[in-house]
């Protein structure tokens, strides 16, 4: 008998970066507590560009006073991967979820997390797909339209997975995407013939797709995101 599993989902709308990111840290404690179920906060960023444990500097472009003239952040995080760029126009999945508890490896877990996207976009008619060797992500041809940076702490995730709906590609101008030179950055809006819908819908889709991918049979919807903030002091 297939075992209901339910997951709790926070729609956040527009979140400064380090606000989610410490959000996700007291999340993360609350999960290996079992305080809390596993959780998914579903949102966007201003302008930011983030960069994973690797400390990858390299791979920035200008000097970090010239992002702040464009109005974008740059911050230090523990996940994996490369830098990145997170904007308006972007779907932005953080699960807080127990790998231990749905069985599954970390290497199995961002798989389930290409598939998510890869899901999202033939929805509109877009095939897309994981990447090679070499290549984060999941990408439309040579063209990468969704990046992947995790973090797992005892069997607990935070970061996650960022999908370009239609987003201001000239961002990504600023930084080797992934330490990947050779490839371009693609959005949905590119990509698809279809005319999109709001985007609240898209991120919806999303969050539907991410749910049958790791077999969450109930969605909990949440849209107050002041009372996760105050259920959870972030000082």
């Known amino acids: 008998m297939r075992i209901s599993r ?38 966007q960023h201003p302008p930011t560009y983030t960069l994973g444990k690797r400390r990858t500097d390299h791979n920035l472009l200008v000097p970090e006073p010239d992002l702040r003239k464009i109005g974008a952040e740059l911050h230090y995080t ?15 999945l953080y699960p807080i979820i127990s790998l231990r508890d749905i069985g599954l490896g ?5 798989e389930k997390l290409e ?45 996650g997975l960022a999908f370009n709906i239609d987003p201001d590609l000239s961002y990504f101008k600023h930084i080797v995407p992934c330490g990947i030179a050779d490839k371009e950055v693609t959005s949905l809006g590119k990509e698809t013939e279809a005319t999109l819908p709001a985007e609240e ?22 849209d107050d995101a002041s009372i996760l903030f105050d259920n959870h002091s972030i000082e």
């Not at 959000?23 to 404690?29: E, F, N, R, T």
């Not at 523990?78 to 932005?92: E, L, M, N, S, V």
């Not at 970390?106 to 961002?110: D, E, I, K, M, T």
């Not at 996207?117 to 290549?135: C, D, F, N, P, T």
């Open 6 to 43: 339910s997951l709790e989902v926070w729609k956040m709308g527009s979140v400064n970066y380090l606000e989610a990111l410490k959000l996700q840290d007291k999340l993360v404690s609350d999960r290996k507590t079992r305080k809390i179920s596993d959780t998914l906060l579903s949102l």
């Open 78 to 92: 523990q996940r994996g991967g490369d830098i990145t760029f997170h904007g308006p126009h972007q779907a932005i």
């Open 106 to 110: 970390a290497r199995n877990y961002v």
């Open 115 to 159: 598939l998510t996207m890869i899901e999202l976009a033939s929805l509109y008619g877009v095939k897309a797909r994981a990447g090679q060797k070499g290549e984060t992500g999941v990408w439309v041809g040579e063209r990468k339209i969704g990046a992947i940076g995790v973090r797992i702490s005892s069997g607990i995730t935070s970061h």
């Open 201 to 222: 819908v898209i991120h919806e889709q999303l969050i539907s797709c991410f749910s049958r991918v790791f077999g969450f049979s109930d969605i909990i919807w949440q």
